[in-house]
């Protein structure tokens, strides 16, 4: 069996497409055109270039965007001023605090400082809450672009055992919340799961979010069952040239799995996707036009 490849790319072109439509049409009416604020501390190589594509996203859409970048060592003090200006700057719409931070910066106390009208992570606990109340204006990136893949394919979620491998506050616990939502029995594991394996061999639908290159292998997948690879893991080649890999051995999963999402260009593209989004729905409910 040769497993249907999810591609995240082909899903995410139709999302930004409505995002660009949108945008224009608020432009047109007179109105502020909706921005994304990036702040970004230290020089933290792959924060770099996560932070280069959410800006280069943003212009293509026709979102402004702005870049804060601050030293490695900025005093706690200075970076919750400039969190607390740009939450009272109206032509913000949305506000992103680009993780990890340094050691000496409390990621909880910094997000927690972020107006969770303008939380594009949707990480603030207001906004956390809403989302297992099943009210809130936002949904984190990728878990709602997980949640989107599996809906343009056809993939159902109602009556499904969903196992989830990573239990992080970005991916893991918000998407089993979305996933509970429409009618999934999820299963949320980690480290100290016994017979992972076994668990994850229970699944109608696996995803696997630890951040741990190709940990998933065949013996973790029933025959016929959806494989959600959220992983993005950078390992040296053959060739010498940096390649990346997902948590699930993609080779061996594919024989196995009936549809499977690709690294690169599987669940990766609908984040950014889906940060476009959520800037977007931050900014119509600033300005009391969501639904």
């Known amino acids: 069996m040769s497993a249907q490849l999810l591609s995240g790319k082909e899903v ?13 049409e608020l432009v047109d009416k007179g109105m502020p055109r909706p921005s994304l604020t990036v702040v970004q501390v230290g020089n933290d190589a792959a924060s770099t270039v996560y932070v280069r594509s959410k800006v280069r996203a943003c212009e293509k ?3 402004g965007s702005t870049m804060h970048k601050l030293e490695e060592s900025v005093p706690r003090g200075e970076l919750i001023d400039l969190i607390h200006t740009l939450n009272a700057d109206a032509s913000v719409s949305g506000i992103l605090v680009q993780l990890p931070l340094p050691p000496h910066l409390n990621a909880t106390e910094i997000i927690n400082e972020v107006d ?4 594009v992570d949707c990480l603030h606990p207001a906004n956390v809450g809403r989302l297992w109340l099943g009210d809130s204006h936002v949904t984190p990136c990728t878990p709602q672009g997980i949640i989107e893949i599996l809906q343009h394919y056809g993939i159902g979620l109602k009556g499904k ?5 990573g239990r992080s506050n970005i991916v893991g616990k918000p998407l089993a919340a979305l996933m509970l939502a429409r009618h999934a029995t999820v299963t949320l594991c980690h480290s100290r799961t016994l017979d ?4 994850a061999r229970e699944a109608d639908v696996l995803v696997a979010a630890v951040g741990k290159p190709e940990m998933v292998t065949a013996d973790y997948v029933r025959d016929g069952a959806v494989v959600i690879d ?16 997902g948590d699930v ?14 690294v690169p260009g599987g669940v990766g593209p609908m984040t950014i996707a889906m940060l476009m989004v959520n800037t977007l729905r931050c900014y119509e409910y600033q300005h009391g036009l969501s639904a």
Not at 161 to 165: E, F, G, K, N
Not at 196 to 199: E, F, I, K, R, Y
Not at 232 to 245: I, K, M, S, Y
């Open 12 to 24: 995410a072109r139709e999302f930004r497409k409505q995002v660009r439509v949108r945008v224009q």
């Open 161 to 165: 055992r969903a196992v989830i491998i």
């Open 249 to 262: 051995d993609f080779a061996a999963v594919e024989e196995k799995a009936s549809a499977i999402t690709p």
């Open 196 to 199: 992972l394996p076994g668990v």
């Open 230 to 245: 959220v992983g993005v893991n950078r390992q040296t080649g053959a060739d010498g040239e940096e390649v990346l890999v």
């Open 116 to 119: 969770s009208a303008r939380d």
């Open 61 to 63: 859409l026709g979102l």
